[in-house]
């Protein structure tokens, strides 16, 4: 199965799955930091404007990078029921790992909008959008959020999809490639860099421009 060359070409080639449909009043969310610029390009194919959807996973204890659960600056946190009776945990000892996350989401959504208030929502079509779909922990909280604010629609969209993933899922989701052995987001992409916030200020600042 093919892979991307960058965040870039994977955005570029969503985007062209993303053109077949009619949109209304297009906004283009990106979850940062890698989703951003796969979100740029889908941007410039729909003539949409763009913007952030910041969202944080919250960690196991002892084991942060594995997530039980997500959530937005200003939404309740979304946990995986399943994955809290397999750990053993529950939502209220997670309380201090998840406030730091909502503080954090806020942090960079204040940063990466320098002042600027969100785009409208209620009314529109809304695609969310980040550079792979593994357990979707942090994509669901976002979606949860959005769907508060009353858009038209909301579709989730990603270059690579963990199929097991794909299938819990109420909120549309339009992929390109959906691998048998997905492993990790990384492993369908040559370069897979981390970006800096920098970087993220650097695509929003050339899409306004």
Known sequence: MKRFANRREAGRALAARLAEQTWHDPLVLGLPRGGVPVAAEIAEVLGAELDVVVARKIGAPDHPEYGVGAVTADSPPIYDPAVLRALGLTEEQLTG???????????????????????????????????GLATGVTARAALHRLEQLGPHRVVLAVPVAARESLATFGTPVVTVLVPRGFGAVSRWYDRFEQLSDAEVLEVLDHRER
């Open 97 to 131: 790992t998840c406030e730091r996350e909502r503080d954090e989401a806020a942090r960079r959504t204040a940063l990466y909008r320098r002042g600027r208030p969100p785009l409208a929502v209620e009314g529109r079509d809304v695609v969310v959008v980040d550079d």
